[in-house]
């Protein structure tokens, strides 16, 4: 009999501070969590999760205290603009965190074009670890799973969330 395990995502709650985030995902019983390491609307809090910053040791002691992991992090919007700049740094923050995974909604339409980008994404998050992770959304770009499996094609994963399906 295999188990699962269970976790939280940071827009459960996303104006709590990520340390403080992990610490009540810990009170509540989830074994891990999600992290939004950089921010994805300028009307969002915006929290400095860079390696060495203030928050970033607060976040690393929580981790310690509580034993939970980092799972996924969040997330970019690809909108068909070079975004590399971005995604590198969000590879870096997640990677140091101790994440696997980015999670990655498409805005574009250009299938083409998109498969192109997450293949160089996917190349890109091998030196952190990282696999990007198709999220599919009803209003973007990318809306179904037949897209996103498209997609898995490059190497990268699917999210599947039925909140956003």
Request: glycine fraction near 8%.
């Amino acid at each position: 009999m295999s188990t699962r395990e269970l976790g939280v995502a940071p827009l459960s709650t996303l104006t709590t501070p990520p340390d403080e985030f992990i610490y009540l995902a810990h009170e509540v019983g989830f074994e891990f969590v999600g992290l939004r390491v950089i921010p994805v609307t300028p009307h969002e809090p915006q929290y400095d999760l860079s390696p060495g910053s203030k928050l970033h040791r607060k976040v690393t002691q929580a981790l310690a205290d509580t034993g939970l992991q980092v799972k996924d992090a969040e997330f970019i919007l690809l909108n068909g603009t070079d975004q590399r700049t971005e995604w590198m740094t969000a590879f870096e923050r997640a990677a140091s965190l101790g994440a696997r995974t980015l999670t990655v909604a498409v805005g574009i339409t250009d299938m083409a074009k998109t498969a192109e980008i997450v293949a160089e994404m996917v190349e890109a998050g091998k030196e952190f670890g990282i696999t990007p992770a198709i999220e599919p959304i009803s209003y973007q770009g990318v809306n179904n799973l037949d897209q996103a499996k498209q997609l898995a094609a490059t190497g990268s994963l699917i999210l599947p969330d039925t909140l956003h399906l």
